[in-house]
């Protein structure tokens, strides 16, 4: 089984703030990785797949990169709707999530 | 618009059985990738099976924690997705969610949820 991991679970950051969260899986995934937005109450919503091509209507402050087995999500500039639970997500063999990065106000 | 809609969740005692149904509009259900993904009370995301397109063959996969207890079918006349859950434990409580692929290695897609208690 693919392992995800995800660093770091939570963070405290301001309104404006670049928030870096990242993900890493226990082997390649040919770029299978896809990253959540969750809110309370709420279903994920799809941010981005293929580990950086932006789901249509995700605004562009929202971006991801990957390195190897390292993936990345960046906020440029948090807005106060971006306050959330952000999700990895691999799906080179059995769907798997990542243990989530809480986003929380500081 | 999308609209997926699940249903059939409830409070039902350690042992018993529970189907679960997910009513899709605004997409080709026939072509999609259908998954159940939950999630227990305070916890992240499981996923826990998925049903392929007939066009792929139509097979089913499960996580280890519900193979050989839940059931997914598909009727892709009707847009229906069901998970039929046998032998229900405590922990399977959780928000039932199901999702959707249909065309990206993504879940495009996914229904508001629906809460099932297991608990004597």
């Known amino acids: 089984d693919i392992q995800l991991t995800q660093s770091p679970s939570f963070l405290a950051a301001s309104v404006g703030d670049r928030v870096t969260i990242t993900c890493r899986a226990s082997?390649?995934?040919?770029?299978?990785l896809a990253w959540y937005q969750q809110k309370p109450g709420k279903a994920p919503k799809l941010l981005i797949y293929?580990?950086?091509t932006l789901q249509s209507g995700v605004p562009s402050r929202f971006s991801g990169s990957e390195s190897g087995t390292e993936f990345t999500l960046t906020i440029s500039s948090l807005q106060p709707e971006d306050f959330a639970t952000y999700y990895c997500?691999?799906?080179?063999?059995?769907?798997?999530f990542g243990p989530g990065t809480k986003v929380d106000i500081k | 618009e999308v609209q997926m809609v699940e249903s059939g969740g409830g409070l039902v005692k350690p042992g018993e059985s529970l189907r679960l149904s997910c009513a899709v509009s605004?997409?080709?259900?026939?072509?999609?990738?259908m998954s159940w993904v939950r999630q227990a009370p305070g916890q992240g995301l499981e996923w826990i099976g998925r049903s392929k397109s007939k066009s792929v063959g139509g097979t089913t996969d499960y996580s280890t924690p519900v193979k050989g207890r839940f059931t997914i079918s598909r009727d892709d006349s009707n847009n229906m997705l069901y998970l039929q859950m046998n032998s229900l434990k405590t922990e399977d409580t959780a928000v039932y969610y199901c999702?959707?692929?249909?065309?990206?290695?993504?879940?495009?897609?996914w229904g508001q949820g629906t809460l099932v208690t297991v608990s004597s």
């Open positions: 082997q390649d995934l040919n770029s299978y």
């Open positions: 605004g997409f080709t259900f026939s072509n999609a990738w």
């Open positions: 997500q691999q799906l080179k063999s059995y769907p798997s």
């Open positions: 999702a959707a692929e249909v065309g990206n290695p993504s879940f495009d897609f």
């Open positions: 293929t580990a950086s």
